[in-house]
């Protein structure tokens, strides 16, 4: 019997039905293999190789003696995990990027081990493709686990469907961090540390952070920061390519520059995925007869471009770029909020849109307390057996109408246009035809939507032939509208954009200076803008993916062209 088979189990779903592959044994040859990019480590008896909360710039290879890994309950118990021996090999996800550890790791006896920090084990992943695959396989399977049981992330303290932590959840779920949630109506601890360190209502949710730290109603950022996804924003290093933006389109850039040989940073405002992250299920996208959800097609994009190399900074907001000719080249400088500084040869600007919004006074205040621009489980869950209201006639919202008529009592669809025709696919009508508890509503608006302490408490919509207006006891309003180009950033540097704000790129036949310009470059000199955000870009997600790998080639062809001219 292997060492990990005679540690109880995780709990995870996941891990007990794949318990081989999250934690397979190595062989004398691959350890032998993978041994040539390490170093040698020992530890004594009781010694941590890994602490929850603190960073992990690598994972280990075990030589010889036992490494207890155990995580951590929402109430700060030790949950076991498994108990690694020789063969086996520490980490997850995390130790690609040095994030800081979710488990601890502690030496059972004499251990030795090799080391492989995060680039020599990039380089591994890289030069040995089959023990790669099962070192990733891996990693994967042991995040997934850790998301399952919510060990080693914060917690959440809160009532399960407040605005507040379906907020700071949707934002945890949607960048892959396991998390535990304490709802105080279900548990006597958690009605004791709300009364002790949330004595007013506006202190409430809390997150708990591995480190012990407690946050008080903290914003995305600083929950962020307190799990070590900041941890290194700022850097010094110039890098071959800045991506802005983690969308499809952002993400393929960065796998296929990453993979052949750029270094990469890429800069995100929210979640990787974009509003791709955010769709409850893909039916049209090749190679996906039975659909997938967004989160999971963009969480493996997120993970190859992790898995090549590419550092990835999350979430950071972009406010402007610089740039600066020195002959025929040009350096940008990009600014993040905080003052923070990215320095690159070449931009890819991938920021996508903005989500439209529609004119209502009160709109901005109820954001997150019952007014969102997506639909995942997380909002899900909070709308059980509830009716909602779902505003938006593309194809992302024919996609959140049925999605969420399986937790809905009722949906009501709302639409300004007369019909679904023009800008749904046939087979998402269909569907929602075929839906009992979707009401569709044509030349139909929302006017007005109640609110309280709590969040929204009802919305009013109007015919706007008729004038006949209904007022319906809904929580919840999910708005669908399109999205505006995020480009104000650019224009410091002189990036041209339409009448819309989208980004101008290609030849103009018309202008001789900009005649040999590639087609996804912008009038700057190695400054690129792929999917959504580009002028004249078809809005899908497979566009957007081949617009990401395309560009790279553009960028090759740039930075061999400013070498030669240097």
Not at 82 to 99: A, C, I, K, S, Y
Not at 148 to 156: A, D, F, N, R, V
Not at 411 to 438: F, Q
């Amino acid at each position: 019997m292997s060492v990990e088979e005679t540690v109880p189990g995780s709990g995870s779903p996941t891990i007990e039905g794949r318990r081989a592959q999250a934690f397979p044994v190595l062989t004398k040859d691959e350890l032998e293999r993978a041994q040539r990019f390490g170093t040698p480590r020992h530890f004594r008896d009781g010694e941590r190789l890994y602490e929850i909360g603190k960073a992990s710039d690598g994972m280990h290879f075990i030589r010889a003696g036992n490494v207890r890994i155990r995580g951590r309950d929402a109430h700060g118990k030790d949950l076991p995990v498994t108990v690694h021996g020789p063969g086996n090999f520490t980490g997850e996800l995390g130790q690609l990027t040095g994030r800081r550890s979710f488990v601890d790791g502690i030496a059972i006896g004499e251990v030795e081990t090799f080391f492989l920090d995060s680039a020599k084990l990039h380089q591994l992943l890289i030069a040995d493709a089959l023990l790669g695959e099962k070192v990733m396989r891996a990693l994967i399977l042991r995040r997934v686990g850790l998301i399952e049981t919510g060990s080693g992330g914060p917690t959440l303290v809160g009532q399960g469907g407040s605005p507040g932590v379906v907020r700071l959840a949707n934002f945890l779920t949607r960048n892959g961090i396991p998390h535990h949630l304490l709802d105080p109506g279900a548990d006597p601890d958690a009605r004791d540390f709300v009364d002790r360190y949330a004595p007013k209502p506006q202190d409430m949710p809390l997150a708990v952070c591995p480190d012990g730290s407690v946050l008080r109603n903290p914003t995305e950022k600083e929950l962020a920061r307190c799990i070590g996804m900041l941890d290194a924003e700022g850097t010094d290093h110039v890098f071959d390519v800045a991506i802005v933006g983690a969308g499809p389109a952002g993400l393929a850039a960065a796998v296929y520059a990453a993979s052949e040989g750029l270094s990469v940073i890429v800069l995100e405002s929210r979640s990787f995925g974009g509003q791709a992250g955010a769709s409850a299920r893909i039916e049209n996208y090749l190679g996906f007869p039975t659909g997938i959800t967004g989160q999971a097609l963009m969480g493996r994009a997120y993970t190859q471009a992790q898995k090549f190399g590419t550092t990835l900074r999350i979430p950071v907001d972009v406010v402007k770029m610089d740039c600066e000719s020195s002959g025929a080249t040009t350096s940008f400088t990009v600014h993040t909020e905080g003052g923070r500084q990215i320095r690159s040869q070449t931009v890819v600007v991938a920021t996508g849109a903005r989500y439209r919004r529609p004119d209502l006074p009160v709109l901005k205040d109820m954001e997150g307390r019952g007014v969102w621009y997506w639909a995942s489980p997380v909002e899900a869950k909070g709308c059980s057996a509830q009716e909602v209201v779902l505003v938006g006639g593309g194809n992302s919202a024919g996609q959140a109408a049925v999605f969420l008529s399986n937790h809905a009592s009722k949906v009501w669809m709302l639409v300004r246009s007369k019909g679904l025709a023009a800008s749904m696919s046939r087979y998402l009508i269909d569907r929602i035809e075929a839906t009992p508890n979707i009401e569709l509503r044509t030349c139909t608006e929302i006017v007005d939507l109640g609110h309280g302490e709590a969040g929204c408490e009802s919305v009013t919509f109007r015919h706007r032939e008729t004038g006949e207006e209904s007022k319906r006891p809904v929580r919840n309003v999910f708005l669908f509208l399109g999205a505006d180009p995020s480009t104000d950033w650019v224009k410091a540097c002189g990036v041209e954009t339409d009448s819309r704000g989208f980004v101008c790129t290609g030849p103009r036949a018309s202008d001789e200076a900009t005649a040999k310009r590639q087609w996804l470059e912008t009038n700057v000199r190695g400054v690129f803008a792929i999917g959504d955000v580009r002028a004249g870009s078809v809005k899908r997600v497979g566009a957007a993916i081949g617009e990401g790998a395309a560009v790279v080639a553009q960028i090759h062809a740039y930075l061999d062209q400013a070498v030669t001219s240097a």
